[in-house]
């Protein structure tokens, strides 16, 4: 009796959660319940040169949803990211967009950064990857 009880509140637990989960299949991700979706939410830089300048993309999403929606906060996982979005309602079926800009002189080596959004509607992340590559120093005839 006791197992069973154990196992009713787990798969209550889970139907309560998953709902909540946000899911990213086949290049789309959408926050389930929210009423917002961005397609490709992940991008990658390729190689980039640690003296190189910053790289930057535009991840677009639109709001599914029946009301309007607002970016409140981008949190990034590194100061080496820089995130710019519109503070304005993104009403019913309007695109917005959500900006994102590396700097390669932060850091070498591979990366793969998170942004977290949170909008009225509820959260995301988006992933930005690829690899910073050290200036080649120039070879020396003797």
Known sequence: MKQLSKCLIICALICVIAPLSISAQD???TAQQTGFEIRNASY???RLSFKGNKKTHVFYFVNTGT???IIQRAKTSCN???VKYSRKP???GERGEITVT???KKELGAFNK???ITTS???MTLFVKGEVLPKHKKSHKR
């Open 44 to 46: 990658d830089f390729g």
């Open 80 to 82: 080496c990211i820089d």
């Open 102 to 104: 590396y700097d390669p």
């Open 121 to 123: 509607a509820g959260q």
């Open 90 to 92: 993104i009403a019913s």
């Open 67 to 69: 009301t309007p929606i």
């Open 114 to 116: 998170g942004i977290h």
């Open 27 to 29: 290049g789309v991700a």
